[in-house]
């Protein structure tokens, strides 16, 4: 078991531990600590010896909404999958330093990840209809030290619903 600090959460996980082998990485576009777009990129490799049909993994990204009450809305700005093959859902959910996240799915056209490899990666962004300030430096998955690739348990992954990789919080 390992334990991760940054963005003032610290969680433990043991990662990757069920079948498929996974990981997410992860890269902060916008390190401020307060933005109207919290914007980041994601993508899932494949620890495994097989290959994983994207369609079958989501992941979730945990943040909170700061208590505005204008509607969350969320942009893909770039898909390696192309973003139509990208789906993007906000779920409100109760834990430390989250009140919602925002699930990224693919469909069928996404592909696969062979073993080895990298694979669904897409750049996103989150915002409030009315361009409020979102406050990141609270936020479960956000890390502002994490500007290049990076493997990150706060950001996690499910296969076929069942949590794959991560600790959420």
């Known amino acids: 078991m390992s334990s991760t600090t940054g963005g003032g959460v610290t969680s433990s ?16 576009k916008d390190a401020s600590a307060s933005t109207t777009n919290v914007s980041f990129k994601v993508r899932i490799r494949n620890t495994g010896t097989e290959s994983l049909p994207l369609s079958d993994l989501t992941i979730r990204y945990w ?10 809305q969320s942009e893909c700005d770039f898909a390696s999958v192309a ?19 925002l699930e990224l799915g ?9 073993p080895g490899a990298t694979g ?16 990141q ?25 069942e949590l794959a990789w991560g600790t959420e919080p």
């Open 120 to 135: 669904g990666h897409a750049e996103i962004r989150i915002f409030t209809q009315a361009y409020n300030n979102l406050m």
């Open 63 to 72: 943040f909170t909404a700061d208590g505005f009450t204008s509607p969350l």
């Open 137 to 161: 430096a609270n936020d479960y998955s956000f890390d502002a030290e994490m500007t290049d690739w990076t493997t990150s348990p706060r950001i996690t992954v499910y296969h076929d619903g």
């Open 13 to 28: 996980t043991t990662g990757g531990g069920t079948t498929p082998a996974l990981e997410l990485q992860y890269a902060v």
């Open 106 to 114: 693919f469909t069928a056209a996404a592909g696969s990840i062979t």
């Open 83 to 101: 973003c139509a093959n990208v789906t993007k859902t906000f779920s409100d959910t109760s834990g430390m330093y989250a009140d919602h996240y």
